[in-house]
């Protein structure tokens, strides 16, 4: 079964009453129902008697044994938006297109569907392609105000591009992003922002800052790798002061060539105190 709408089908009835019509031939110049449409197929329709001034719009079924149209849904009527009770006669039943039912260019090229008019633009919903959606949870996507949250459950980004669900996130799998961090004048800038997992390649003592960590209530983790070149220069590592480590006691590098030290921090807080771990040292 599927809704099918097509141009100058017009068939005459004499069937009287509220129920389904029989289709009873196409009008001059006109084809039948039968010829665009398949059994149980859906259509638009109209009926008109101007003999008694009725009409009637709805959404009805078409049957192919006895060729006949139900009435299934009124949209409009001469009754008040009811069934019109038809009178005895030869009256016209045609597939109609319903203004509250259309999807059109307004004068301003602006698309209205049902009535309403669209705010998406065109990128907007191009990424809707093949996906069921009304007009008003089309116009939920189109989003001014970053952070905002919308009745849809569109999926929304504040100012620094971090997205918020309002649900559970369920994956099959799950890839951090990681960044390389380097030092200047001895300083060494760890950004939350960038990534969750972060090496560093030591070429001077350097002092570690944690930077633009999440709002306080949301739990955060970073690793961080650093790599000692071949020299085992034994350049010294300073750590930010809230970090909080076990037994208080910070860790300090051995100087060892090409040793990669792991370290795990973690923070709910907003980085006003970090948790920090040894992960381990390895040998390139």
Request: hydrophobic residues 40%.
């Amino acid at each position: 079964m599927a809704l099918v709408v097509a141009d100058r089908v017009k068939e005459s009835t004499i069937t009287t009453g509220t129920g389904a019509v029989t289709l009873a031939g196409a009008v001059t110049n006109f084809v039948t129902f039968a010829s665009v449409l398949s059994d149980s197929d859906t259509t638009y329709y109209a009926i008109v008697d101007d003999t008694n001034n009725d009409f009637e719009v709805g959404l009805g079924t078409f049957t192919a044994s006895g060729t006949t149209l139900s009435r299934d849904t009124i949209l409009a009527s001469s009754n008040g938006g009811s069934a019109v009770n038809l009178s005895a006669g030869t009256k016209e039943v045609f597939i109609n297109y319903p203004a509250g039912k259309s999807v059109y260019l307004d004068g301003s090229g602006q698309l209205v569907i049902g009535g309403t008019a669209v705010t998406s633009t065109v990128a907007e919903l191009n990424l809707l392609d093949g996906v069921t959606a009304t007009t008003a949870e089309i116009n939920y996507l189109d989003i001014t105000t970053l952070g905002t949250s919308e009745a849809s459950k569109a999926v929304t980004a504040d100012a620094n591009g971090d997205v918020a669900l309002s649900e559970e996130l369920k994956a099959k799998s799950y890839n951090e992003t990681y960044a390389s961090v380097t030092s200047s004048s001895n300083a060494t800038t760890v950004d939350c922002e960038a990534a969750n997992s972060f090496a560093h390649t030591l070429t001077e003592n350097t002092t570690f800052t944690f930077s633009n960590p999440p709002a306080s209530g949301t739990a955060y983790t970073l690793s961080l790798e650093i790599i000692q070149d071949a020299s085992a220069s034994g350049y010294t590592v300073t750590w930010p002061g809230s970090v909080i480590w076990p037994n208080a006691t910070a860790p300090t590098l051995t100087a060892t060539a090409n040793a990669k030290d792991v370290f795990v921090f973690y923070t709910r807080d907003g980085g006003t105190a970090w948790y920090g771990f040894t992960s381990g040292q390895a040998f390139g």
